[in-house]
T-cell receptor
């Protein structure tokens, strides 16, 4: 089973601050996805990155896939209380015939007004 | 546009009881899966299906059964509930195997086994 390590595990910041969340592995992934989960709900897909070095932007969120496709980062600019939630990264196994996504344990973000 | 529908939302079982968690999707997705989410453990794959009539085990399959008789439905059966199965269960679907393109998750079933 491939492992994804997310850091930090918890993050509490003031509204308007910037932050970066990391997702690291020793394994290569075919693609990597980021989700946000709010209490009592299922995760909601934010983005999928496929190509090494790829950068995607979603409003104030910037996602980057490492050149070697082993790591990814999520950067939030000028965080808002609505960004509060659990952020999960998930990697698609690059092994032939695999149909599984491996999830990290998540980063719990609290943005204080 | 319902997406992925899970029922029930909450359930309390006694040890040894059996039950079925229902999952239905209306997006014609071939790939469906069941995860459990526990504090400090993240999301762990229980079982998955790449199409009607085809299922396979994930990381933590013991104590659970699945079947996939239609594209739309993917029920999860607990045969004899144990306290260790207390968790939040999520069903997810994707139009591509392995979840590439992204999963659509249901809102979860919170199960407590006493």
């Amino acid at each position: 089973t491939q492992l994804l390590e997310q850091s930090p595990q918890f993050l509490s910041i003031q509204e308007g601050e910037n932050l970066t969340v990391y997702c690291n592995s020793s394994s290569v992934f075919s693609s990597l996805q980021w989700y946000r989960q709010e209490p009592g709900e299922g995760p909601v897909l934010l983005v999928t990155v496929v190509t090494g070095g790829e950068v995607k932007k979603l409003k104030r969120l910037t996602f980057q896939f490492g050149d070697a496709r082993k790591d990814s980062s999520l950067h939030i600019t000028a965080a808002q209380p609505g960004d509060t939630g659990l952020y999960l990264c998930a990697g698609e196994d690059s092994g032939a015939g695999s149909y599984q996504l491996t999830f990290g344990k998540g980063t719990k973000l609290s943005v204080i007004p | 546009n319902a997406g992925v529908t899970q029922t029930p939302k909450f359930q309390v079982l006694k040890t040894g009881q059996s039950m079925t968690l229902q999952c239905a999707q209306d997006m014609n997705h071939e790939y469906m899966s069941w995860y459990r989410q526990d504090p400090g453990m993240g999301l762990r794959l229980i079982h998955y299906s790449v199409g009607a009539g085809i299922t396979d085990q994930g990381e933590v399959p013991n104590g659970y059964n699945v079947s996939r008789s239609t594209t739309e439905d993917f029920p999860l059966r607990l045969l004899s509930a144990a306290p260790s199965q207390t968790s939040v269960y999520f069903c997810a679907s994707s139009y591509q195997a392995g979840g590439r393109g992204g999963y659509t998750f249901g809102s979860g079933t919170r199960l407590t086994v006493v």
